[in-house]
């Protein structure tokens, strides 16, 4: 499909993702209905998610760093058994701190698309050490489909909740919790099956800066233009953060703010969200590679962004849910360009920090969103965030268009 041989360990790592984001696909779905069901107030739900997202940024930046020199295994070993035992305690109390753990710590409900939360740079690290650079945008949207899709079942199943007739929140959302624990338990036992070789190769770097038409001659000037290449990236990535920050985690408890639906709905229309989107994530793939991984970004963000203005004056959940389902899937359907041209930044031996500062800027700036878009659905403000959304992510998409655009050029005239 994709013209060329993907690399074993490349193959055992886009299997773990499409195994956990299943769970991470229900989570989405439900975990802030279950603390709304809970009793919890929108500012607490939104409060506990940014949370998540400053505990994720801080760790994200560690985890980059440290696996660059440690590998990139461990950590994902980590990770899988973390979520296994946050999934378990789960199933068994409501406890406040429990479950603030669970989605501080681990991530619950963020909708990561089988990512591995504040683990991940070491995942995307290692998958790019198993991709010839040309392949990266293939495989990287490959790698992004793969998630989406995983995503789009477990929110099918992430409905389920809703059409239980049982006595209390917890038995209803059980099923989900002990669903998360056995996928995690099967990510270790592939994990623990796959060997991880070190590589120790500067093709990448040499190849971007010769695109960037500089030819660097020491390890300083390399280190200089990597770090600046990391910097840019970093800058423009921020506005993007704080816009998804504002809806991403939100939009199942707005979907049921605004229209007054429960799982069953909420979790068809996020089901069917991340199958479009993982289809869209394979056409962006080979849009990268036909007119460049920064065009196919640009122009699939703008198109995403007037979308989500329409999208809070919808009369009704069926137009609402139809607008959303297209513009989630346009917009996110690049997530795997960014993730192959942050990677194609640095050398193997940097690139953990690499992709830790690629996420560490969506994931700091992101992490103030739910707290205000919180606070502004219980004041009854709830179009006000998507337009703001809207805004960012159109200015994000004009400066990655003018910082990146020689990227392209570059790869089609090398």
């Known amino acids: 499909m994709f013209g060329t041989e993907i690399h074993s360990v490349a193959k055992r790592l886009m299997l773990?993702?499409?195994l956990r984001s299943i769970g991470q696909g229900a989570m989405v779905v439900d975990i802030t209905l279950y603390l709304a069901a809970l009793h919890w107030s929108g500012t607490m739900i939104g409060g506990v998610t940014s949370a998540a997202g400053l505990f994720g940024a801080i760790l994200i930046l560690l985890v980059g760093i440290i696996s660059d020199k440690l590998g990139r295994k461990p950590f994902l070993l980590i990770f899988e058994l973390m979520t296994m035992v946050a999934a378990v305690a789960s199933c068994f109390t409501t406890k406040a701190i429990v479950l603030v753990l669970a989605i501080v710590v681990v991530g619950f409900g963020r909708g990561q698309s089988g990512a591995a939360g504040p683990f991940s740079p070491a995942e995307q690290a290692w998958l790019a050490r198993c991709v010839k650079q040309s392949q990266r945008g293939k495989v990287f949207s490959l790698n992004n489909a793969i998630g989406f899709i995983g995503m789009a079942l477990g929110a099918a199943i992430g409905g389920l909740p809703g059409l239980m007739h049982v006595s209390s929140p917890l038995l209803a959302y059980r099923p989900i919790f002990i669903l998360v624990a056995v996928f995690s338990l099967i990510c270790t036992v592939v994990l623990l099956n796959t060997e991880e070789i070190k590589d120790d190769s500067d093709s990448p770097v040499k190849t971007e800066i010769k695109n960037e038409k500089v030819i660097p001659t020491s390890e300083t000037n390399i280190r200089r233009q990597e770090n600046?290449?990391?910097?840019?990236?970093?800058?423009?990535?921020?506005?993007?953060?704080?816009?998804?920050?504002?809806?991403?985690?939100?939009?199942?408890?707005?979907?049921s703010l605004r229209y007054h639906v429960g799982t069953e709905a909420i979790g068809v229309t996020l089901s069917l969200s991340f199958l479009l989107t993982g289809i869209f994530s394979v056409i962006n793939g080979f849009m990268a590679d036909k007119y460049g991984m920064v065009k196919s970004v640009t122009w699939m963000r703008v198109i995403g962004s007037m979308l989500m203005v329409a999208l809070p004056?919808?009369?009704?959940?069926?137009?609402a849910s139809f607008i959303y389902v297209i513009r989630n899937a346009i917009n996110r359907g690049t997530q795997g360009s960014r993730s192959a041209l942050s990677a194609s930044l640095t050398r193997d031996k940097r690139r953990g920090l690499a992709t830790s500062i690629n996420a560490l800027s969506m994931r700091l700036p992101s992490a103030v969103g739910p707290a205000i878009s919180g606070y502004m659905f219980e004041t009854g403000l709830l179009a006000l965030p998507l337009i703001l959304t809207a805004g960012l992510q159109l200015i994000n998409a004009g400066l990655y268009q003018w910082v990146f655009g020689n990227y392209d050029k570059a790869k089609t005239n090398p």
């Open 16 to 18: 773990i993702r499409g």
């Open 313 to 319: 004056f919808m009369p009704n959940f069926s137009l």
């Open 228 to 255: 600046m290449a990391m910097l840019k990236f970093a800058l423009v990535n921020t506005i993007n953060g704080i816009a998804v920050g504002l809806t991403g985690p939100m939009m199942a408890y707005w979907f």
